[in-house]
């Protein structure tokens, strides 16, 4: 069975700063790998998504994460955060599917003015 | 993508009562999924309801208590029935849209259930 870890529950950047949070999964063929954000109050939004090909991906609001077969990795990155990008960020990982999909614990990011 | 509405969009409950959550989307789609979201916590999958059939319930999640329907392509309902505080959480739908390999979830905006 799949699994993800999210090893930051709460990071703190600076406004303008760059940004990486970090997800490690556990799968045993090619994951289907998401990253969500979930601002107070609303629900999830896809921010990017993985199934195969070219190993950056590109996402909305600015944001790109980078599969890295070889340390089991999907990390979410952004050169510049702006204050609205304040909210919780949650990997996930796909059985071969979105169709199910397992939920890492979640980065609360904070901006710091 | 899809366009997910849910109704309530918050409520709050007396302990012992029951709470249906409703669930639309705006294209049919073949599967739907139910998540909680407990209090500073991640998602957590309750089940699975696709039409015509049975909802297929995760671990430590039973019908008596969450019971599903799924009467179309495009809409379905949770209950959480016999509430007790500890199911004060996001409760939150969502579907796949796309094709077997590039299929995408999409969520609704979740229900807010507090239990007193």
């Known amino acids: 069975a799949q699994s993800v870890t999210q090893p930051d529950i709460h990071i703190t950047v600076s406004e303008g700063a760059s940004l990486e949070l970090r997800c490690n999964y556990s799968y045993g063929a090619t994951p289907y790998l998401f990253w969500y954000v979930q601002s107070p109050g609303q629900g999830l939004q896809l921010l990017l998504k993985y199934f195969s090909g070219d190993t950056l991906v590109q996402g909305i609001k600015g944001f790109e994460a980078e599969f890295k077969r070889s340390q089991s990795s999907f990390n979410l990155r952004k050169p510049s955060v702006h204050w609205s990008d304040a909210a919780e960020y949650f990997c996930a990982v796909g059985d071969g599917s979105a169709s199910k999909i397992i939920f890492g614990s979640g980065t609360r990011l904070s901006i710091r003015p | 993508s899809a366009v997910i509405s849910q109704k309530p969009s918050r409520d709050i409950c007396q302990r012992g009562t029951s709470l249906t959550i409703q669930c639309q989307v705006d294209s049919q789609v073949t599967m739907m999924f139910w998540y909680r979201q407990q209090p500073g916590q991640s998602l957590t999958l309750i089940a699975t309801a696709n039409q015509g059939s049975e909802a297929t319930y995760e671990s430590g999640f039973v019908i008596d208590k969450f019971p599903i329907s799924r009467p179309n392509l495009t809409f379905s309902t949770l209950t959480v029935s016999n509430m007790s505080p500890e199911d004060s959480s996001i409760y939150l739908c969502?579907?796949?849209?796309?094709?077997?390999?590039?299929?995408?979830?999409?969520f609704g905006p979740g229900t807010r259930l507090t239990v007193l």
């Open positions: 969502s579907v796949t849209v796309g094709g077997s390999r590039t299929d995408t979830q999409y």
